[in-house]
């Protein structure tokens, strides 16, 4: 039962390169979220998405993209990197959109 | 004022000890309440629910005092195991969807 899998684990871009990450769940729940880590910042709430097909801002969600491919997969892409979007992130998943399942996280370096 | 608050730590206690942490909100609509524990360089995974009534289980009490807008976490008996970040999350339920709010996280260390 792997849960929440994001990948890639680890990632180095250069300024202005863009990527995608990727995140799956196998628990069938509807609402997926993608959150990046700072220190000092906590957790915050780039988007999520509440069903297949629908997807919404969240706290920090400029120079971010999402698509919520279908039920299990919720992608963030990052168009154009830049150094401040060095980060943590974290996908995450939820049934009842109260507790959450966070996969491993990707730790994202911009040079 | 931040919408939700922790002291970050860390707390250094020997093993054996009973630590509290406090997690003060600021939105008093605020509905639900969580505690999670993050290992070093790990994702956060949910420690328990917090309730008006208090909520235990095992060595580990949570408590909301939603008078005073804060939501405690009480570990007894302290192992080196519970070393971590615990972040408190507080969950504003709305019509246009919930909205979460993460803490900072309080670092635990707990020492022989």
């Known amino acids: 039962n792997a849960g929440v899998t994001q990948t890639p684990k680890f990632q180095v871009l250069k300024t202005g390169q863009s990527m995608t990450l990727q995140c799956a769940q196998d628990m069938n729940h509807n609402s997926m979220y993608w959150y990046r880590q700072d220190p000092g910042m906590g957790l915050r709430l780039i988007y999520y998405s509440a069903s297949e097909g629908t997807t919404d801002k969240g706290e920090v969600p400029n120079g971010y993209n999402v698509s919520r491919l279908n039920k299990r997969e919720f992608s963030l892409r990052l168009e154009s990197a830049a150094p401040s979007q060095t980060s943590v992130y974290f996908c995450a998943s939820s049934e009842d959109r109260l507790s959450q399942h966070f996969g491993d996280g990707t730790r994202l370096s911009i040079l | 004022r931040k919408e939700v608050e922790q002291d970050p730590g860390p707390f250094n206690v020997p093993e054996g000890a009973t630590v509290a942490f406090n997690c003060t909100y600021s939105?008093?609509?605020?509905?639900?309440f969580f505690w999670y524990r993050q290992d070093c360089r790990k994702e956060p995974k949910l420690l328990m629910s917090v309730y008006s009534s208090g909520n235990e289980d095992g060595r580990f009490t949570a408590q909301l005092n939603r008078a005073s807008q804060y939501i405690s976490l009480l570990i007894r008996d302290s192992k080196l195991s519970d070393s971590a970040t615990y972040l408190c999350?507080?969950?504003?339920?709305?019509?246009?969807?919930?909205?979460?709010?993460f803490g900072t996280g309080t670092q635990l260390k707990v020492e022989l």
């Open positions: 999350v507080v969950i504003l339920l709305t019509g246009g969807g919930n909205k979460l709010t």
């Open positions: 939105n008093s609509a605020s509905q639900s």
